[in-house]
């Protein structure tokens, strides 16, 4: 597997595992059921900032050994809860939302319920999902060094033809990888190559992760 996606932001997960999660929006009622092969790819496809969209210290996380039993899960959350359907949240991407898979007012229903039918089906819960999105950015830091180098370069080339680092997809993904690791505690800025700080503090000054 590559160590990027189409946007550039690391990533680094065996195949043949299968997620099903219920997390909900930060400071609200509404949630999503969904299904992911990689869960970070997944959510961040729902939303670049993710771990702020989302309330992952709220969530929980399924894994699956096999796709089928993921999407057999999924189905029946979706099911039992479908009388609580609400409208996707316009910051969500809509082609990417899954505008069916959205509830509101029972998250602690929607979650026992999947921590229940995963045990009886001896799939391993991961609670809260920000514990599992921690452990799995940690498994990937070591993609970081290469990576950031790689999005430097091409965000310098983005800025100077587009209007600022503010119009630059690579500036933008940085800053989001580092908000991402910083969400959950962990301070990757050393482990950083000496061209990335130093064009993170000739952009913006300082940069606090």
Do not use: C, N
Not at 108 to 126: F, I, Q, S, T
Request: glycine residues 8%.
């Amino acid at each position: 597997m590559d160590d990027q996606d189409r946007s550039g932001f690391p990533r680094q997960l065996a195949r043949g595992r299968a997620f099903v999660y219920v997390i909900p929006r930060r400071d609200d009622t509404v949630f999503k059921i969904g299904f992911a092969r990689d869960p970070i790819e997944r959510w961040r496809s729902l939303h670049r900032r993710f771990f702020r969209f989302f309330d992952l210290d709220l969530g929980v996380l399924v894994e699956a050994r096999r796709v089928v039993e993921a999407r057999t899960l999924e189905r029946e959350l979706l099911k039992r809860f479908g009388a609580y359907a609400a409208l996707q949240p316009l910051e969500v991407v809509a082609q990417r939302g899954g505008a069916g898979e959205w509830r509101r007012g029972v998250l602690d229903e929607a979650v026992a319920a999947a921590v229940e039918l995963a045990g009886a089906a001896g799939m391993p819960v991961h609670r809260p999902a920000a514990r599992w999105l921690r452990m799995h950015l940690a498994e990937r830091r070591d993609l970081l060094y290469a990576w950031s180098s790689r999005m430097v370069e091409q965000a310098e080339a983005e800025i100077a033809y587009l209007s600022g680092a503010g119009a630059s997809p690579a500036a933008r993904a940085i800053d989001d990888m580092l908000d991402a690791y910083a969400a959950v505690g962990i301070d990757v800025v050393p482990d950083l190559p000496a061209r990335v700080t130093t064009w993170l503090a000739r952009r913006d000054g300082t940069h606090e992760a």
